[in-house]
């Protein structure tokens, strides 16, 4: 079946401009993951929900960034006034929180460039 | 701070070789691991996982080991291909509360022919 998608896959941004970054995860996936790579670096956890509910945005770096998922499926990443430190892929996981196992799937990711 | 680590940042094996990617985590109370392998312009991809109360699983050509007295978790992958030449990160998910998964900074693996 479909994986994870994200959109768009490249975004380049003015500084000081917002972005709104899309992930749709698999279908049925109770939980979905937001996490910032930076180069040649592991993912940072960003935020995480459980359907619609947000339970977790403590990675979350500052104010300007948010996040939301208001019917349980689709997720956005919005971060407002971006700074050249924003730049980074960012990438959304899901999981179906099957007992036992806590195995995220991965979309491509997309790639934030402020200029 | 909280962290996974890891004990080399690449590593160079020959084609039909096994390959040994090590990891140190420093959570005590994680009670879930997880490898992941990352080629370039791509998300994580899945490879294994294995849960604090087993010291090791197989998979197919792969094997996790977790030795929790010294906090070390291992990726053995047998007959290495160049098809596995990628970055290679362990992730941790600390007990109760948040499913986050904290991850290392990776081991790049390069597979010669």
């Known amino acids: 079946g479909a994986g994870v998608s994200q959109s768009p896959r490249y975004k380049v941004a003015k500084r000081g401009q917002d972005v709104a970054l899309r992930c749709d995860p698999i279908?049925?996936?109770?939980?979905l993951f937001w996490y910032q790579q930076a180069l040649g670096q592991g993912p940072e956890f960003l935020t995480y929900f459980q359907n619609e509910a947000q339970l977790d945005k403590s990675g979350l770096p500052s104010d300007r960034f948010f996040a939301e998922r208001p019917e349980g499926s689709v997720s956005t990443l919005k971060i407002q006034r971006t700074q050249q430190e924003d730049s980074a892929v960012y990438l959304c996981?899901?999981?179906?929180?099957?007992?036992?196992?806590?195995?995220?799937?991965f979309g491509p990711g997309t790639r934030l460039t402020v200029t | 701070g909280e962290s996974v680590g890891l004990h080399l940042p690449t590593l160079s094996v020959q084609e039909g070789d096994n390959s040994i990617i090590n990891c140190a985590y420093s959570n005590s109370a994680s009670d879930y691991f997880i490898w992941y392998k990352q080629e370039s312009g791509k998300g994580p991809q899945f490879i294994i996982d294995i849960r604090s109360n087993m010291d090791k699983r197989q998979g197919q050509r792969v094997t996790v080991l977790l030795n929790k007295t010294v906090k070390h978790l291992s990726l053995q992958i047998a007959a290495t291909q160049p098809g596995d030449s990628a970055v290679y990160f362990c992730?941790?998910?600390?007990?109760?509360?948040?499913?986050?998964?904290?991850f290392g900074k990776g081991t790049k693996l390069t597979v010669n022919p």
């Open positions: 279908s049925g996936h109770v939980s």
């Open positions: 996981a899901s999981s179906p929180r099957a007992a036992g196992s806590y195995e995220q799937y």
């Open positions: 992730a941790e998910k600390y007990q109760g509360g948040s499913e986050k998964l904290v």
